[in-house]
Every structure is written in C-alpha cells, then in structure tokens.
C-alpha cells in the first residue's frame, strides 16, 4: 500500500560528523524506493573509520478498508514512527590548505611567486605534485602557457611544502590582484592517483617599470658631429640598476657615436643627465627628428630588461662651413706676387686641432712655394690668421677677379680626422703701375748680363 506524508531525519549519533540537512519530506511514496540527498561536514579532525548514523522516519497508511454494496464505507488509518540507521565510512585521505602566500610580480615583468599548502589529511600523498593555473590570459608561467606543474615528492600528514613558480604579466596588463588554482595530484595508500579540490591563490601585481625624458636639446647639424642632451627620470615602482640609452632603428644618416650611453642606477622618482653624440652624415634631411631609443636596465633580481616606449625629439639644422675665412685685401696686381693674409675663424661648436690649411690657385693666379700653414688648435669662434704667397701671371686680365681655394684637414674633440669642404675667396686683379713696360711686353726681348749690369736690347722683326 502507499505510504503517505513520508518524512525522515538523520542524526549524527556518535560519529564525528555534522548532518547538515535536517528533515527530509518524501510525500506519498508507493510501493517501490526512492533516494535523497543529506549534505554532511566531515571536521578536519575526523577519525577515519566506519560510523552509524540513527535514522527516525515517519509515514501515515491505511490499515483496512470496509467494503459495502456501494464500494468502500469506512476504513481505518495509522501513523507510524519507525527508527534504523545508515552506515557511513570516513576514508583515511590526504587533504590540503594553502597557509602562506608570498606573490607579487610587476607588470611587464616576471618575478617567482611562492605559495604554501599544508596536508591537512591523514594520509600521505605520493609522489605528489601541484599545479598551478592562471586564470587570466596576461599573467602566464615560465613555459609561457598559463599553467605550471611543481613536484613535492611524497608529502606526510601535517606537513607544509612551499611550491615556487615563475609568473609572468604582459605588457599592458591591468594592475590588480590576478586568481590562480592550485591543485594537488597524487597517489594514496592503495595507489589510486587522485587530484584535490582546487585551492584558490592570488597574486598582486604593481605598475609596469617605466621612464621619462624631459629637458631634452640637440646641437645637430648636417655633415657634422652634436649631441643630444637632457634629462631621464624613473618614473616606475622599483630601483633599477645599469641604466642605459640605446638609440635603434634610425636613418642611416643618423649615427649614433656610441652603442649606448650609461646613465647608472635610478631610485623611483630619481632622474639624471645624459649626452649622447651622434653623426649626422652629409646626406640627412634638415628638420625635427623623432629617434628610437631603448632603455636597458637590470631589475632586482639583476634581469636584463628593456623599455622601448620612449622617443627623442632633436632638430637637425642646415649644413655649414666648418670654417669662416676672411681676407683683408682682395687685390692682386697683374704680373706681381704677393703675401695674403685670410683670418680663420673655427664655425664648429667644438674644439679643433692640428690644423692643416691648403691654397690652390688655378691659372692666371697660381700658388707660392709655402702653400700650406698649420695651426695648432682653435677653440669654437676662435680665429687665427695665415699668410700665402701668390702670384698673378701677365695674363691676368685687370679688373678681373679670379678665386682661390682652401681646404682644411682637422682632428676633432673625438680625435677623429676631417677635410673640410673647399672653401673659395675671391682676388681682384689690378693693373701695374710706374714706369717701364709690363712684364707681359717683354716677349722676345733679350736680357745680358755683363758684369753685374743689366743691357736690354730688342730688335724689330
């Protein structure tokens, strides 16, 4: 017959565990079986071993019915309370819960990250090891995927192990607490591999490493040797140590004179000078320049890492002489040599030296016997004057003016040597004056020499 208002409680009677659900309604239950759920606390103190749980239900049914000529009149019904039991086995198991957590990586950056798990069971865990998986894309593992096995061995009850991993966060990453699971694979008593619940971890993350110019200026100009200068500030978190700037990936008519420029350690917040020479070759275009630069530094754990976000902002200004000259008298005469004096004037913004200056003259005018002069050193704007010899054929035309040229060969604050481009100064050639015929008359004219005197004689033809 059916059972009606069928109803049932379970009590923990002796055992060590806590019976959640209290009582449990069936409703009218025929002939047959059924099954429900009583949610149970097993403590972490638990003894293992097998355990009877008192069991007191209740139903209501009817005993016996009485029949008339119509069907059934009346009938007689009862309710019952009944008791039994079930049994329960609490298994001798390892279990864990994680009780320290040392783990902080930065962004950008990679740093280890330790957690500490206790195995809070009563039995031991072989062979075990604990994996952990990221639950975010950015912050991924040494292997560059999002999760990383550790090996414990076998792990004794009441036993810590401290599992370390080396995590990961990308570039661009948000700051804030990143959940990972941890979770315990391992073999029991009977050998049966098994893996725990996992057991949820956080690690904290800081701001990305970071750098900023400020103060920045150049004294760059096409065909010669600047400078870039100003100023870095470590505008991250952390020290970083072995500081230096790379310029990269620039024109080649941009040359860095140097790989990198050390700059050294930076506290967070601390900014220093730099200078980084370049050569800007003859070819470079006039205008402002955005150069590439890299910012290689150690961390603190003495990685090498790079910050490649920063550009330098320089102008590179239209080529000049690397030599001003200026000559006091222009004038030559026809037929006549003399002594030009041409004032040299250093146009770098360094210093020079050794100093070798050349004349050359193309016909009518052409170059004395000294047609070099030296000058030791010459300072930015300094000047210094230099005297050649040169002589203007009879075929000068007068009131012509014809050039002479000059080039320099030099060596620089950087002792490298130089030829300066050809720089040109004009002669204006005059006619003789006095008596006697010009030198460019005297053709086909014979000149004796007798006993110290001069005898001219010409001859008609």
Do not use: C
Not at 69 to 75: L, Q
Not at 174 to 188: F, K, S, T
Not at 287 to 302: M, P, V
């Amino acid at each position: 017959m059916t059972a009606r208002g069928v109803t049932f409680d379970v009590d923990d009677g002796d055992a060590p565990i806590d019976v959640q659900t209290g009582q449990v309604s069936i409703g009218n239950f025929p002939t047959g079986s059924t099954e429900k759920t009583v949610s149970v606390t097993v403590p972490e103190d638990a003894k293992p071993g097998t355990y009877r749980l008192p069991i007191e239900y209740e139903y209501s049914h009817t005993r016996h019915v009485r029949y008339g000529p119509s069907g059934p009149t009346e009938g007689s019904d009862f309710t019952r309370s009944e008791t039994g039991s079930i049994t329960v086995h609490i298994d001798e198991d390892a279990r864990f819960e994680l009780v320290e957590t040392d783990a902080t990586t930065q962004v950008g950056d990679d740093s280890d990250v330790s957690f500490t798990l206790r195995n809070t069971g009563s039995d031991v865990a072989r062979g075990a090891s604990v994996n952990a998986e990221s639950k975010s894309g950015s912050m991924t593992f040494e292997s560059g995927d999002t999760s990383s096995t550790a090996s414990v061995g076998d792990w004794g009850p009441g036993e810590n192990r401290t599992v370390t991993y080396n995590a990961a966060l990308a570039s661009g990453a948000a700051v804030r607490a990143y959940a990972l699971d941890l979770a315990v694979n391992y073999d029991d008593s009977d050998g049966i591999g098994r893996t725990s619940d996992p057991l949820t971890a956080t690690v904290e993350s800081i701001p990305e490493q970071s750098f900023a110019f400020s103060d920045v200026s150049s004294s760059l100009r096409v065909g010669e040797d600047g400078v870039i200068t100003g100023t870095i500030e470590n505008t991250g978190p952390k020290t970083v140590r072995s500081v230096a700037i790379r310029p990269v990936d620039n024109p080649e008519s941009i040359l860095p004179s140097e790989d990198s420029t050390a700059v050294g350690s930076l506290a967070p917040g601390e900014s220093k000078s730099f200078r980084l020479p370049m050569e800007i070759t003859s070819e470079a275009e006039v205008g402002a320049k955005l150069l590439d630069t890299d910012i290689q530094y150690r961390d603190g754990d003495g990685g090498r890492r790079t910050y490649d976000k920063l550009d330098l902002s320089a102008t590179i200004d239209p080529a000049r002489d690397e030599f001003e000259l200026a000559v006091s008298d222009r004038t030559i005469t026809v037929g006549n040599s003399r002594t030009v004096t041409v004032e040299v004037t250093n146009n770098l913004d360094e210093t020079v030296r050794d100093v070798e200056a050349r004349l050359f003259a193309d016909d009518p005018l052409s170059a004395g016997a000294s047609d070099t002069s030296y000058i030791e050193s010459l300072e930015p704007g300094e000047s210094a004057t230099l005297a050649f010899d040169v002589t203007a054929a009879s075929s000068a035309t007068a009131g012509s003016t014809y050039p002479i040229s000059f080039d320099f060969r030099y060596t620089d604050s950087d002792d490298n040597t130089h030829l300066s481009d050809t720089l040109r100064k004009p002669l204006d050639a005059t006619p003789q004056t006095g008596g006697g015929p010009p030198i460019a008359l005297i053709l086909g004219l014979g000149v004796v020499l007798v006993g110290g005197a001069a005898v001219v004689y010409w001859r008609r033809d």
